[in-house]
């Protein structure tokens, strides 16, 4: 689908994790998707957006994945409908008794559990599938999925069990050297003494990738049944210890870790104030890449289109020209940031944090940034077919990097109280970029009415600048009252109202500011045990009916409704679920009404 300014819609961003519903498994799941589903067509939303959905192990945050094709086990509905062979109640109930169910959907995501239990059930299931002669037709329907998705799925089953081998250990340069490469590892399964066990587990990781590929096909027909489009995201990279990096660590600079310079449009961790941001994965050889044609680059973003109609393109910037640092993110990036640049030197043997091609204050490198930028967005974008690509790239943006998105007509974001003049005033909300993607916040900030105790904060310790970027927010939404000291729900309908008004194509709500709270799923730069495990208070169906939430709902259902933004219709026949196998796949088009006369 291509994105145009006359048609404008409304989004909700809502991190699949963070759903929940009646009898899930601590975790949002496919199910709470196509809750998720009726609750915007209920609402007027026209779009569901959400975070990268492909499998972690041990770092849990989805920009971090351990698979660039590979879709996340603990995302799945569990149940005799989702997943052919699922045990009978009494192996359920034994594997997961209610009271433990109970305590895991208390509260944030405890992943170590529910990723296991998951995990557990599926195998389970495949091995009852298997068994079940009766299932001949899903038998061959998974064995077509093995063989058209055989590029990927065959590397990436063994390097799973080789996880499972090593106790959940996927840093593979830790393992025996056997089994370090693919090639070695693949002569070292053929001739293990457990061949055909360890054989059934390798299997039983290629089931629950066919199980992921069907539930998936199953939300987006669920979806386009009710005119609602699903919007995924692309991470930039994957882990340093993912399958993509072992199979082909050609394609990766493993010596040096992805991160971001300090950017005033997010507010980060400590350890982020000096040198910027770690994500630990590693930087592109884009020169290895070139020479294959972006092969790899190519079926990533095919595998995207096969659930998204439209995909957030995570830090377009890094395409451009990419921020590295000599050494790893998480514990090792917090010992770093406390040493000035000398003592650096000193551990790295002269290595310091750097841009590749180079900096944008070298008009040459400036040039080479931009040429190098404009090639793999112009492949992303042909790869992607008819699945629109919106980039996450917002505020600094140089004028090249500007000027290549108007060229390539990739939509943008814009954030309306992080895009400042000089003198902190905010940019008038009429002058955004029509082919944009307005939102007061993504995942990395934080929401609306924490934005706005700050500023409030700010200006009562007389603090210049947060003085004049309240007064100017009050302006931007239209505020003509008593200054409120808190984000209160005719402040909340001002600034909806306002968003909604904007000329941006897309105009999205996190979760937090539709429903006017201040919870926030990530602090850019934070890690460890905690990080990407929010979830909502309630299911999305049930903040209809909540106290506070519910009269916010219906006033921001009734802004919708005014806004003239495309808006889903009822529901229609819902095709049957299908797998989808990748090589040559087309993104199928969504059947979208017409916009309403503004």
């Not at 897309?506 to 799923?521: E, P, V």
Request: charge should be neutral; include cysteine.
């Amino acid at each position: 689908m291509k994105l145009d300014p006359n048609r404008k819609h409304t989004a909700l961003l809502a991190p699949v994790f963070a759903l929940r519903r009646a009898s899930d498994e601590g975790i949002g799941d496919t199910q709470a998707m196509r809750e998720a589903v009726d609750f915007c067509v209920k609402m007027g939303f026209s779009v569901l957006q959400t975070l990268p959905i492909h499998e972690v192990v041990g770092d849990y945050s989805p920009y971090n994945p351990i698979s660039s094709c590979a879709l996340s086990p603990a995302l799945l509905t569990l149940s005799p409908e989702e997943v052919p062979g699922f045990p009978d109640r009494e192996t359920m109930e034994k594997a997961a008794p209610a009271s433990w169910l109970s305590q895991l959907r208390q509260g944030a995501v405890k992943y170590n559990s529910v990723q296991s239990l998951k995990i557990h059930l599926l195998l389970a299931s495949h091995r009852r599938f298997l068994a079940q002669a009766q299932a001949g037709g899903l038998h061959d329907e998974f064995a077509k999925f093995k063989k058209e998705n055989a590029e990927w799925l065959d590397a990436y089953t063994l390097f799973r069990l080789l996880i499972r081998e090593y106790e959940g250990n996927t840093n593979w340069t830790e393992w025996q050297p056997v089994h370090q490469n693919r090639a070695s590892a693949e002569a070292w399964f053929a001739h293990v003494p457990q061949h055909n066990a360890l054989e059934q587990v390798r299997d039983g990781f290629a089931f629950i990738q066919w199980v992921a590929a069907r539930q998936w096909a199953s939300v987006r027909s669920y979806a386009e049944a009710r005119d609602v489009l699903l919007m995924g995201e692309m991470s930039f990279g994957v882990s340093r210890a993912s399958v993509d990096t072992w199979e082909r660590p050609e394609l990766f600079d493993l010596d040096w870790s992805m991160g971001a310079q300090s950017l005033g449009a997010f507010d980060a961790s400590k350890d982020s104030e000096r040198w910027g941001q770690n994500w630990g994965f590693p930087p592109y050889r884009w020169e290895n890449h070139r020479s294959e044609g972006f092969a790899w680059l190519r079926r990533r973003i095919r595998r995207e289109s096969l659930t998204f109609h439209l995909c957030r393109v995570d830090h377009l910037r890094g395409y451009f020209r990419a921020y590295m640092m000599p050494w790893g993110g998480g514990p090792q990036h917090t010992d770093f940031s406390r040493l000035d640049l000398e003592q650096i030197k000193q551990r790295t043997g002269g290595r310091i944090p750097r841009f590749v091609p180079g900096p944008d204050s070298d008009p040459m490198m400036a040039k080479l940034n931009d040429l190098q930028g404009r090639e793999v967005i112009s492949v992303l974008k042909e790869a992607a077919g008819s699945m629109a690509l919106v980039a996450e790239l917002m505020a600094d943006m140089t004028p090249y990097m500007r000027q290549a998105l108007e060229d390539l007509a990739v939509p943008s974001l814009s954030l309306p109280t992080l895009d400042r003049n000089p003198d902190h005033t905010l940019l008038p909300i009429a002058s955004f970029r029509p082919l944009s993607l307005a939102t007061y916040a993504t995942h990395d900030h934080a929401p609306l009415a924490v934005q706005y105790a700050n500023l409030v904060l700010g200006a009562q310790a007389a603090h210049h600048a947060s003085a004049v970027e309240l007064e100017s927010f009050l302006h931007l939404v239209g505020w003509k009252g008593t200054r409120p000291d808190e984000m209160n729900d005719a402040l909340l309908e001002a600034s909806q109202r306002t968003l909604l008004g904007s000329p941006c194509v897309l105009a999205a709500f996190l979760t937090s500011d539709m429903l006017g709270i201040r919870q926030r799923y990530n602090l850019p730069g934070s890690y460890g045990a905690g990080t990407w495990a929010e979830r909502l208070e309630c299911s999305l169906e049930e903040c209809l009916r909540h106290a506070t939430y519910g009269p916010r709902l219906k006033k921001l259902k009734e802004v919708i409704a005014k806004s003239g933004r495309i808006r889903p219709s009822l529901p229609v026949a819902v095709p049957a679920p299908a797998p989808q196998a990748e090589p040559g796949a087309e993104a199928a088009q969504a059947n979208i009404e017409p916009a309403h006369a503004k």
